[in-house]
């Protein structure tokens, strides 16, 4: 199974950007779809984006839609999420997720799709 090292957390004024970077290791990478989710404080864990094996295919939740960019580069074994216009609803702790299924629509979003998780990176977003 594919492990997963996330970073690039951190604290931010409102309006500025991070990229957060999730590096892979174990059994192939290319082989998986990769996802990033985020938890806030007393909310529960909420899809952000999807990309496909191959980067050709992303997803976005619309609160993000706009301002965040995921992406990888299967050679480095690691995918990203460019957050821009950052804002203090966009706190939380951001995980990235492995799945090895294909799969559209609500599934892609479903956390119960995803078959491994990193540990977590924390972003702040101060008003």
Known sequence: QVQLVESGGGLVQAGGSLRLSCAASGRTFS?????WFRQAPRKEREFVA?????GTYTVYVDSVKGRFTISRDNAKNTVYLQMNSLKPEDTAVYYCAAD??????????????YDAWGQGTQVTVSS
């Open 100 to 113: 090895q299924v294909t799969r559209l629509g609500a599934a892609a979003g479903r956390k119960e799709s």
């Open 50 to 54: 999807r990309i496909n094996k191959s």
């Open 31 to 35: 082989s998986y779809h990769m996802g």
